[in-house]
């Protein structure tokens, strides 16, 4: 504002009058002045750091100096970063640990890292193979597009099944949260009475000494928990494949498993410079051999990580996991085999090689099939039964470079921890199923030995040596379960291919550690071939493997000398035992029926048909029969039975 004042006049009297106007209009501009609002500018942040918010709810602390992804983000596709690892994870942006040639943002075991990446070394692309593909985060490698059902990353979910929690199906269980009585499991999914998921139709009956039984709804035990006999306590499962798995622990603080058919394992405590091993012998098929596990504590509960005895060479490393210049073809002998006859409806192997994670691929889904064979004696007779239930569905190309990609994770992973134990550094829990549920990876999983889980809808389904599963999503804080699709099923009692399932924890490490186990034995095999039918060994590839420095300790234990032995005297403890546990209980042996007859072992074919009636659907395999009644399968060995599910 302007004021404009003009004023003719002499004398003091003038020149107050004029200093008075002045002062006036001075006051009147300022006035005038602080009624005018300036437009509002935004903070600037400060200079020396990135301006924070608050995390969401659930969210994870901000790492200093880095944005920090809220916990429970959603892979690749779902509003993250690809190939950003999670909060926490502590990987610099960057070039990666020498050695690993990732690209920038790689983590230095090879997860998480970035899209893109070639696999000529660790640390190759989260979502993608580790041949170079450059498959998209969510398909499969090569463009041939998710297996349908498949949902990586959470993407054409099937119907039902919610794996990220949205429009959760009554019944599913997306990320394992809010079990029954118990340990958390899963959300709608009780724990059975040895604290792993199982179906709501379980029934439960419990002895004044502590005994428990859970029963299926046709009446028969499903799991059967003895609290002491001789002071040892067992917890028996009757599994829907109709092996028997028993765990014994001992007085001594061993431990026993022992499955029908001798099979089993004998573990012990071993313990190296202030740190604690269990050091488990097994016995199969006639061959006694040895591995170390590492416990540690997860959400809870104590899962035991596989913990390899001996690692190769850094040059070996890098061969199993870089491609070879030209693909091979590979003849492993099979045709004609039994177990091939039993499941080539399933499995199929690559007709070529492009790099070792291939051929170990086969590898390992073969050393399962075959595994599943002999431990199923009656396979020809379950097969014929399976087309009274799910389909099968076998192993599409896409799964197995799924469970290629998987493969080569976990060569990587070794690799790193191979540096590791050079400098008798001790095993990390980030090596094993801890870090595989929070890493933001949609893992594989094949299935080691027989497994009852829970579907979406809340039933009880089989998992059988060989199935194919993905994760999806993650485990909640204090969740002991996970909620995983199933990619391949070879039908009948197994769980339908593309449903969701909720297992737990404990049994998802024993998995890692078979593939681990097997990858192992696969890359001996692979550096003994010497060229024989696969490409030659360099030269820093050949070197023979060391010992990790606890397995080389002049203390530690070799496999037990009488442990087919161990495991067959705790079976038989365990058959006294149950029989004991199932009368406290009120327990019946066999099926109920409408007179409340029970069908027990021994029963002929007439007697079992007086009680029950004629089966829905008889089957015969040569000397051995099974009659299908509804949830109910009878299995008749020259005319008696010899085994009720």
Same mark, same amino acid.
């Given at each position: 504002?302007?004021?404009?004042?003009?004023?003719?006049?002499?004398?003091?009297?003038?020149?107050?009058?004029? +200093?008075?106007?002045?002062?006036l209009?001075?006051?009147?501009?300022?006035?005038?002045?602080?009624?005018?609002?300036?437009?509002?500018?935004?903070?600037?942040?400060?200079a020396?750091?990135?301006a924070?918010?608050?995390?969401?709810?659930?969210?994870?602390?901000?790492?200093?100096?880095?944005?920090?992804?809220?916990?429970?983000?959603?892979?690749?596709?779902?509003?993250?970063?690809?190939?950003?690892?999670?909060?926490?994870?502590?990987?610099?942006?960057?070039?990666?640990?020498?050695?690993?040639?990732?690209?920038?943002?790689?983590t230095?075991?090879?997860?998480?890292?970035?899209?893109?990446?070639?696999?000529?070394?660790?640390?190759?692309t989260?979502?993608?193979?580790?041949?170079?593909?450059?498959?998209?985060?969510?398909?499969?490698?090569?463009?041939?597009?998710?297996?349908?059902?498949?949902?990586p990353?959470?993407?054409?979910?099937?119907?039902?099944?919610?794996?990220?929690?949205?429009?959760?199906?009554?019944?599913?269980?997306?990320?394992?949260?809010?079990a029954?009585?118990?340990?958390?499991?899963?959300?709608?999914?009780?724990?059975?009475?040895?604290?792993?998921?199982?179906?709501?139709?379980?029934?439960?009956a419990?002895?004044?000494?502590?005994?428990?039984?859970?029963?299926?709804?046709?009446?028969?035990?499903?799991?059967?928990?003895?609290?002491?006999?001789?002071?040892?306590?067992?917890?028996?499962?009757?599994?829907?494949?109709?092996?028997?798995?028993?765990?014994?622990?001992?007085?001594?603080?061993?431990?026993?498993?022992?499955?029908?058919?001798?099979?089993?394992?004998?573990?012990?405590?071993?313990?190296?410079?202030?740190r604690?091993?269990?050091?488990r012998?097994?016995?199969?098929?006639?061959?006694?051999y040895?591995?170390?596990?590492?416990?540690?504590?997860?959400?809870?509960?104590?899962?035991?990580?596989?913990?390899?005895?001996?690692?190769?060479?850094?040059?070996?490393?890098?061969?199993?996991?870089?491609p070879?210049?030209?693909?091979?073809?590979?003849?492993?002998?099979?045709?004609?085999?039994?177990? +091939?006859?039993?499941?080539?409806?399933?499995?199929?192997?690559?007709?070529?090689?492009?790099?070792?994670? +291939?051929?170990?691929?086969?590898?390992?889904?073969?050393?399962?099939?075959?595994?599943?064979?002999?431990?199923?004696?009656q396979?020809?007779?379950d097969?014929?039964?399976?087309?009274?239930?799910?389909?099968a569905?076998?192993?599409?190309?896409q799964?197995?470079?799924?469970?290629?990609?998987?493969?080569?994770?976990?060569?990587?992973?070794e690799?790193?921890?191979?540096?590791?134990?050079?400098?008798?550094?001790?095993?990390?829990?980030?090596?094993?199923?801890?870090?595989?549920?929070?890493?933001?990876?949609?893992?594989?999983?094949?299935?080691g030995?027989?497994?009852?889980?829970?579907?979406?809808?809340?039933?009880?389904?089989?998992?059988?040596?060989?199935?194919?599963?993905?994760l999806?999503?993650?485990?909640?804080?204090?969740?002991?379960?996970?909620?995983?699709?199933?990619?391949?099923?070879?039908?009948g009692?197994?769980?339908?291919?593309?449903?969701?399932?909720?297992?737990?924890?404990?049994?998802?490490?024993?998995?890692?550690n078979?593939?681990?186990?097997?990858?192992?034995?696969?890359?001996?095999?692979?550096?003994?071939?010497?060229?024989?039918?696969?490409?030659?060994?360099?030269?820093?590839?050949?070197?023979?493997?060391?010992?990790?420095?606890?397995?080389?300790?002049?203390?530690?234990?070799?496999?037990?000398?009488?442990?087919?032995?161990?495991?067959?005297?705790?079976?038989?403890?365990?058959?006294?035992?149950?029989?004991?546990?199932l009368?406290?209980?009120?327990?019946?042996?066999?099926?109920?029926?409408?007179?409340?007859a029970?069908?027990?072992?021994?029963?002929?074919?007439?007697?079992?048909?007086a009680?029950?009636?004629?089966?829905?659907?008889?089957?015969?395999?040569?000397?051995?029969?099974?009659?299908?009644?509804?949830?109910?399968?009878?299995?008749?060995?020259?005319?008696?039975?010899?085994?009720?599910?």
């Amino acid at each position: 504002m302007k004021t404009f004042l003009s004023c003719k006049c002499l004398g003091s009297n003038c020149l107050r009058g004029s +200093l008075a106007v002045l002062l006036l209009a001075s006051l009147v501009a300022g006035a005038q002045e602080k009624n005018k609002k300036p437009a509002a500018t935004p903070p600037k942040p400060a200079a020396s750091a990135p301006a924070r918010t608050a995390p969401p709810a659930g969210a994870a602390a901000p790492a200093p100096a880095r944005a920090a992804a809220p916990t429970g983000t959603t892979p690749a596709g779902r509003g993250t970063t690809t190939g950003a690892p999670p909060a926490g994870r502590g990987t610099t942006t960057g070039a990666p640990p020498a050695g690993y040639g990732g690209t920038s943002g790689t983590t230095p075991t090879g997860r998480g890292s970035s899209t893109g990446a070639t696999p000529s070394s660790p640390g190759s692309t989260t979502g993608t193979t580790p041949y170079g593909r450059g498959a998209t985060p969510g398909a499969t490698p090569n463009g041939r597009g998710v297996t349908p059902g498949a949902t990586p990353y959470g993407r054409g979910v099937t119907p039902g099944a919610t794996p990220y929690g949205r429009g959760v199906t009554p019944g599913a269980t997306p990320y394992g949260r809010g079990a029954g009585p118990g340990v958390p499991a899963g959300r709608g999914v009780s724990t059975s009475i040895t604290g792993r998921p199982a179906p709501r139709s379980y029934s439960v009956a419990r002895s004044a000494n502590g005994d428990a039984v859970s029963r299926r709804p046709n009446g028969r035990p499903a799991d059967v928990h003895v609290a002491n006999r001789a002071g040892r306590q067992m917890d028996v499962h009757h599994g829907l494949s109709g092996n028997r798995r028993a765990v014994i622990e001992r007085p001594d603080h061993s431990r026993v498993m022992a499955e029908r058919g001798g099979r089993g394992y004998v573990e012990r405590s071993y313990s190296y410079r202030g740190r604690e091993y269990a050091h488990r012998t097994y016995y199969y098929n006639g061959r006694a051999y040895d591995r170390f596990y590492s416990p540690y504590r997860y959400h809870g509960m104590i899962v035991s990580m596989y913990t390899p005895s001996f690692y190769y060479a850094p040059g070996f490393y890098a061969y199993a996991y870089s491609p070879w210049a030209m693909p091979v073809r590979y003849s492993w002998g099979w045709a004609g085999t039994p177990w +091939l006859g039993a499941y080539g409806f399933y499995f199929t192997p690559y007709p070529m090689y492009a790099s070792p994670s +291939l051929w170990l691929t086969d590898y390992l889904i073969a050393n399962s099939l075959q595994a599943a064979y002999v431990a199923q004696a009656q396979s020809q007779a379950d097969a014929a039964a399976a087309t009274q239930a799910n389909a099968a569905v076998a192993l599409s190309p896409q799964t197995k470079d799924l469970i290629a990609a998987e493969v080569g994770r976990q060569i990587a992973l070794e690799r790193s921890e191979a540096q590791g134990a050079a400098q008798n550094a001790p095993p990390d829990p980030n090596s094993g199923i801890q870090a595989m549920m929070s890493d933001n990876v949609p893992h594989v999983f094949v299935v080691g030995q027989d497994l009852d889980v829970v579907d979406a809808s809340g039933a009880e389904c089989a998992l059988g040596q060989g199935d194919a599963l993905q994760l999806v999503g993650r485990p909640g804080p204090n969740d002991t379960a996970a909620t995983l699709v199933v990619l391949g099923s070879k039908g009948g009692l197994e769980c339908r291919a593309q449903s969701t399932v909720t297992v737990s924890v404990a049994d998802l490490q024993d998995m890692q550690n078979y593939m681990r186990e097997t990858i192992d034995q696969g890359m001996g095999d692979m550096q003994a071939s010497r060229g024989k039918g696969l490409p030659n060994l360099p030269a820093q590839a050949a070197a023979p493997p060391t010992k990790a420095p606890f397995a080389a300790d002049p203390s530690a234990p070799g496999p037990e000398p009488n442990v087919a032995a161990e495991i067959s005297q705790e079976s038989n403890q365990v058959d006294a035992a149950e029989q004991a546990a199932l009368q406290d209980t009120g327990a019946p042996a066999g099926g109920p029926s409408a007179s409340g007859a029970t069908v027990t072992l021994g029963m002929t074919v007439d007697q079992v048909t007086a009680i029950l009636g004629p089966p829905l659907q008889p089957l015969d395999a040569g000397n051995r029969q099974i009659y299908l009644y509804k949830n109910l399968k009878i299995t008749f060995q020259n005319g008696k039975v010899t085994d009720i599910q």
